[in-house]
């Protein structure tokens, strides 16, 4: 009976960390939180997560960014699309993220002027030529749905320290469900199995 407790929990613990891979394995920019007309260093996640290489990267710059400036990355070609002299778009390409790997695009931006939301939308070039489009809105489950997932949110506040938070607050909620919900699928399975034996 302990052997048997014990693989159930394990495979409690397994669907945790699967459970939260999942909702971390997403194009995200970051970070989550910047402070009204700041100048910050943003940096895009990419993590290759088909059994082909990332090959290139598209970003839609969000309207209220100002002074956009890519940082210079060996072994990518960098271009930029603009409206007059607004940034809207930074492309990285030619390049390759291995099966399995992940890596950062960072570039410096002045943040709006006043208190919003920076809704980043992103587009994941693979080698096989297939394109996952990460310009969903959230729904909640941060789970990506065949070639499309959601894109990530940076709030511009102008308190900065109560922000970031509450950020980490919803943060530390997240993983304390996650945890709490892989427990209890362990519990289940647990009482199912002496069921069964009983039986």
Same mark, same amino acid.
């Given at each position: ?5 014990w ?32 100048? +910050? ?33 060996? /072994? ?5 699309k603009?409206? %007059? ?37 992103? !587009?994941?070039t !693979? ?18 749905? /065949?070639? +499309?997932?959601? !894109? ?8 900065? %320290? ?13 993983? !304390? ?23």
């Open positions: 009976m302990i052997n048997k407790l693989k159930v929990v394990g495979v409690g613990v397994v669907t945790f960390f699967m459970a939260a891979g999942t909702a971390m394995a997403h194009v995200i920019v970051t970070p989550s939180t910047v402070g009204v007309a700041a100048f +910050q260093t943003f940096s895009v996640s990419v993590p290759t997560e088909k059994d082909t290489p990332t090959t290139a990267l598209k970003l839609l710059i969000p309207s209220g960014l100002n002074e956009v400036t890519p940082t210079v990355k060996p /072994g990518w070609q960098i271009d930029t603009k409206s %007059g002299d607004t940034v809207t778009e930074i492309d990285w390409t030619g390049g390759s993220i291995p099966v399995g790997l992940r890596d950062d695009f960072t570039f410096n931006a002045e943040a709006p002027a006043n208190a919003t939301e920076l809704h980043w939308k992103a !587009y994941q !693979y080698g096989d030529g297939s394109v996952v489009s990460w310009d969903a809105t959230p729904s909640g489950s941060d789970d990506a749905t /065949g070639d +499309q997932g959601p !894109y990530s949110i940076t709030k511009v506040v102008n308190d900065l %320290g109560t922000s970031t938070t509450t950020s980490s607050t919803s943060s530390n909620t997240l993983a !304390y469900a996650i945890s709490t919900a892989a427990l209890a699928i362990a519990f289940v399975a647990l009482v199912r199995s002496m069921m069964t034996k009983r039986r």
